[in-house]
């Protein structure tokens, strides 16, 4: 099945599901022969790509998570065997709420043939899922946490070539999850109940792992964006935490002159916004 110069290749040997016992073939992208050509970073940490005159647009982010075609069962690779014992049941159970999800937003997914934008996003989504029925060993927190940021990045990438389908309103909604489960793993590695060691990578996205100090830059920029703004106490508190947690990084682990210039300088930015809108909510509620 592989497309020898293709953009990308399918596995030579079948995958057979933990859950279901169903075989197909696993889709990767092929790197080298210009058909990653690098570009800007954003504020996100995500790392965009030149489209090249060979292959045109290319969006690594679609390939990682491996995804069994008939029950929609999904992990990232070095876990999508290893699934816990104890999840199959709940995996297996839940089949048809996972075939049924993406239903109205996505009917006509296919990972069976080679993937789009829309099979990237429902990727992800389906991991998110999944990972609610790992043990804490796996650190299912944060990879939710870093599943919903990328599903969130590719619909923006949706939007852009679609923008009367609403994709944008998805970016945001899983922009907020993301949200959610990056506040929950930080909170979890502090307090022991889950450790983030059971991530080989903590991303966001491929081309470099940011560690830990990632982990806290983009927990603090999430709760920024797209935290819950309609309770002005709540808001206060959640921004103070969040402001806390972005200060970690300018004094933990490696002195801050050796850590990368995009963490140090975005988290400073980060940090100075979080201060400002701090600052504007007290002097409200101070003069109402």
């Known amino acids: 099945m592989a497309v020898e110069a293709g953009l990308t290749f399918f596995s030579k040997s079948p995958i057979e599901c933990p859950i279901c016992?169903?075989?197909?073939?696993?889709?990767?992208?092929?790197?080298?022969?210009?058909?990653?050509?690098?570009?800007?970073?954003?504020?996100?940490l995500r790392r965009t790509y030149e489209p090249s005159k060979q292959f045109g647009e290319v969006y690594p982010l679609i390939y990682p998570v491996m995804v069994c075609p008939e029950c929609y069962y999904a992990a990232y690779p070095d876990d999508f065997s290893a699934v816990p014992p104890a999840a199959v049941p709940d995996l297996h159970e839940k089949i048809d709420e996972r075939r049924k999800s993406l239903d109205k937003i996505f009917p006509l997914l296919d990972f069976r043939e080679a993937r789009g934008l829309k099979e990237g996003v429902a990727s992800y989504y389906f991991a998110a899922l999944c990972y609610q029925s790992f043990t804490k060993h796996a650190s299912p927190a944060f990879k939710q946490g870093v599943s919903f940021l990328r599903a969130a990045w590719l619909c923006n990438d949706l939007h852009q070539k679609e923008p009367s389908e609403n994709y944008d309103y998805l970016a945001a909604v899983f922009y907020r999850k993301a949200r959610f489960f990056y506040t929950l793993a930080i909170t979890w590695e502090q307090d022991g109940t889950q450790s983030l060691s059971g991530a080989k990578t903590l991303g966001p996205d491929l081309d470099k792992n940011y560690g830990y100090d990632g982990v806290l830059y983009i927990s603090g920029l999430l709760e920024l964006h797209y935290g819950p703004k309609s309770n002005p106490q709540k808001r206060l508190a959640a921004l103070d935490r969040a402001k806390k947690t972005v200060a970690r990084i300018f004094g933990m682990g490696r002195a801050s002159k050796n850590k990368p210039a995009a963490i140090l300088d975005n988290a400073r930015e980060v940090y100075d916004a979080i201060a400002r809108e701090i600052e504007e909510i007290q002097g409200a509620l101070e003069n109402p």
């Open 21 to 44: 016992a169903a075989k197909f073939f696993r889709e990767d992208m092929r790197t080298g022969r210009g058909r990653q050509i690098a570009g800007a970073l954003t504020g996100e």
